[in-house]
């Protein structure tokens, strides 16, 4: 995520951020979204997968052959009743200029 310009470690420094930004009233809200039965959560991570796979094969992170593995792999377990999964903790602050 670096090497395309992106922070994947944003979240937890937003409200510092909005602070230095000179809001006040700052607040934050942390989530993360997960699922035991079949659903749209457990199908979104295995799909997040499928979305990054050329990039990291690209970028020399997985072989062609282990991003299919692995895909398939997420996909069973997203189809299973059995399984826990949850998406990545999604950091929310706010504020509001003086």
Same mark, same amino acid.
């Given at each position: 995520m670096r090497s395309?310009?992106? /922070? $994947? /470690?944003?979240?937890p420094r937003l $409200? !510092?951020?909005l602070r230095s930004a000179?809001?006040?009233?700052?607040?934050?809200?942390i989530h993360q979204p &997960?699922?035991? =039965?079949a659903g749209d959560i457990k199908t979104l991570v295995a799909l997040t997968l499928?979305?990054?796979a050329m990039p990291?094969?690209?970028a020399g992170l997985a072989?062609?052959?282990?991003v299919r =593995?692995?895909?398939?792999?997420? !996909? &069973?377990?997203?189809?299973? /009743?059995?399984?826990v999964m949850s998406m990545p903790r999604i950091v929310q602050a706010w504020g509001r200029k003086p």
């Open positions: 395309r310009g992106t /922070d $994947p /470690d944003i979240g $409200p !510092h951020l000179e809001f006040v009233d700052i607040d934050l809200c &997960a699922e035991m =039965s499928d979305s990054v990291a094969i690209e072989t062609s052959e282990e =593995s692995l895909s398939d792999e997420l !996909h &069973a377990l997203a189809r299973a /009743d059995d399984t």
